[in-house]
């Protein structure tokens, strides 16, 4: 191999690149993991390979896997220094959804306790 040729994967995934041929190589690497992670969730929910419990987790394992794999090679999200704001910024991002769902499973928990008082259980809680 030439120098030239050892540069283009001298770079890590979600590194800047100097040539649009390893970047495209990078991006190809990805979709084929993404792809391969796809075929093996839907071939684990299908089958009976895992015990049944176990199809949860394993699903959620991949589905991890498949998050990290869109964040380094689509999203470029590294753990170089400069890369401060784009961690942040997911961060937050991760926080609003948690907050989101956490508030959604609060909210109809609640109202799911409330559907089934009478209107003279509802009346008399009022009044407290």
Same mark, same amino acid.
């Given at each position: &191999?030439? @120098?030239? @040729?050892?540069?283009? *994967?001298d ?6 690149h100097?040539?649009? *041929?390893? @970047? ?7 979709? $084929?993991? $993404?792809? =391969?992670? #796809? ?5 684990? /929910?299908? !089958?009976?390979? *895992?015990? %049944?419990?176990?199809? /949860? !987790? ?6 991890? $896997? ?6 380094v090679f689509?999203?470029?999200? !590294?753990?170089?220094?400069?890369? #401060?704001?784009?961690?942040l /910024? ?14 959604? =499973?609060?909210?109809m928990?609640?109202?799911n /306790?409330?559907? %089934?008082?009478?209107? @003279? &259980?509802m009346?008399?809680q009022?009044?407290?």
């Open positions: &191999m030439t @120098e030239d @040729e050892d540069n283009l *994967l770079v890590a995934p979600g590194q800047p100097n040539n649009i *041929l390893s @970047e495209s190589l990078l991006y190809i690497v990805g979709l $084929a993991l $993404a792809l =391969i992670l #796809t075929g093996v969730s839907f071939w684990v /929910a299908s !089958t009976g390979v *895992l015990w %049944g419990p176990g199809v /949860a !987790t394993g699903l959620v394992v991949l589905a991890i $896997a498949q998050i990290g794999i869109h964040l689509f999203l470029h999200i !590294t753990s170089g220094p400069d890369n #401060t704001n784009n961690v /910024a997911l961060a937050f991002g991760a926080l609003i959804v948690f907050l989101v769902m956490i508030g959604t =499973i609060w909210i928990a609640h109202m /306790a409330n559907v %089934g008082m009478s209107p @003279e &259980m009346n008399l009022m009044q407290h």
